[in-house]
């Protein structure tokens, strides 16, 4: 069972950055995909960034590419999302979710492809 806590979030203005955390418990992150989706008020759940085990592969909405990047540190078991030029629409509650996979280059990126999530840190971004 794998177990994940995020953390970082706050209350930032337009263009600031932020840096939220994901660690996770139960298994080694190495045997893991990891994503980070979120969830603005009446809105769907919205996926962000997914990253293999390897670590080797990765991808992004385009609503977010070039301004957040999405890394790990195998020997903390920890995800990371670097969030820079925050805009308003990027407030939202933020989830880690983790797939426990084989393969190595494996990048889910639809919520039901991941078992296991956190329970979310709000990103408030005022303009």
């Known amino acids: 069972q794998v177990q994940l806590v995020e953390s970082g979030g706050g209350l930032v203005q337009a263009g600031d950055s932020l840096r939220l955390s994901c660690v996770v418990s139960g298994r080694a992150i190495s045997l893991v995909a990891m994503g980070w989706f979120r969830q603005a008020p009446g809105k769907d759940r919205e996926f962000i960034a997914v990253l293999s085990r390897s670590g080797g592969n990765s991808a992004y909405a385009d609503s977010v590419k070039g301004r957040f990047t999405i890394s790990r540190d195998n020997a903390k078991n920890t995800v990371y999302l670097q969030m820079n030029g925050l805009k308003s629409e990027d407030t939202a509650v933020y989830y880690c979710?983790?797939?426990?996979?084989?393969?190595?280059?494996?990048?889910?990126?639809?919520?039901?492809?991941?078992?296991?999530w956190g329970q979310g840190t709000q990103v408030t971004v005022s303009s």
């Open positions: 979710a983790g797939r426990p996979t084989y393969y190595n280059d494996y990048i889910p990126q639809r919520s039901e492809d991941f078992p296991s």
